[in-house]
């Protein structure tokens, strides 16, 4: 497994769209316990890349929700919104190895032309404006988003929980985006460029990201950038089955904080991630004593009735 072996550094990284939830608290604890357990630095990193979605006052609100929870971090690192400089200067080098280009493709016009999916129903991009000429590109008349070029590579790697896995990206996801056209660097660029700058050596978050972990892998590789350890816990599902989410307001902090204690709380969480048998009242640096990653349970949890806790 690739990392760091002595000294850890992990981090928190929510995206301040929404008020955070169960699932969202879920990870942090468990991000915090991979790392206070090992004695090592916590980085909060707010994730705001996305100017239409996140709002200043949700950044403050999850800082407040996490204090509440008992979860600290040692330093903060720039918000992305302010960043740009460094994803331009990481976007400008794989520009120089001949790996980025303009797509002038619409999602509408990638629907219609039946592009593939991957066994999971994830689009991937079928390469329609890979070759284009100069003077194909000079007739466009949208802005394009910038597309890397993938190889046909297969990626692999050691998931802490879930395991060894791969992934053939251009099979997985084809050239992905890197830069959006109004300008706003994607998601997969800003991660790596971010947990390179914090020193990160170990990433904890939702199953549901697994699947992109092989394109940030070979992005630090094509960047000469170091390779965190990753663990990917599992999600929290609602009882019909579906993810716990921002959008339909599962479970967040507002209602979690006015049924529960901080220490109630925790020992739900704890529970779910099977550190416990019971919800037992616990505090976070209680479980930091014993807390062990061969503990964690690697299957999605299915969240039942709170009021019977």
Known sequence: MEGTAGAVTGRFAPSPSGRMHLGNLFSALLAWLGVRSRGGTMVLRIEDLDPARCRPEYA??????????????????????????AYGAAFARLQAQGLVYPCYCSRAELHAASAPHAADGTFVYPGTCRALTDAQRAAMARMPAWRVRVPAQTVRFTDGLQGPCAQALDAACGDFIIRRSDGVYAYQLAVVTDDAAAGV?????????????????WLQRTLGLPTPDYFHVPLLLAPDGRRLSKRERDLDMGALRARFTPERLTGLLAQLAGLQPDASPVRPEELAAGFAWSRVRRDDVTVGDLDKI
């Open 201 to 217: 050596t170990q990433v904890v978050r939702g199953r549901d990201l697994l699947g992109s972990t092989p394109r940030q892998i």
């Open 60 to 85: 403050e609100l999850l800082k407040e929700d996490l204090r509440w929870l008992g979860l600290d971090w040692d330093t903060e690192q720039t918000p992305q919104s302010r960043r740009a400089e």
